[in-house]
């Protein structure tokens, strides 16, 4: 079994403040991407792949400050 074939291990965390144009705030890591923001309002997140996954990515506990 391949313990990171449910996890994120390759990605990008994105934002933005319309809903229509993103921008790259982190790199996902094995499951993880921090990006300190500023008091800017946000409407949408984007999560995207970088790499093909043999399985569905289970996101579990998504902190948003």
């Known amino acids: ?3 990171t074939a449910d996890i994120l291990v390759d990605g990008v965390l994105e ?3 319309d809903g229509v144009t993103f921008r790259k705030v ?3 890591a ?3 991407a921090k990006a ?3 008091r ?3 409407a949408a ?3 995207t792949s970088n790499a093909d996954r043999p399985n569905w990515v289970v996101f579990q506990d998504l902190k948003l400050k």
């Open 36 to 38: 300190e923001l500023s």
């Open 26 to 28: 982190a790199d996902f």
């Open 1 to 3: 079994d391949d313990p």
């Open 40 to 42: 800017e309002a946000i």
């Open 15 to 17: 934002v933005s403040a």
């Open 45 to 47: 997140i984007r999560i």
């Open 30 to 32: 094995y499951g993880a």
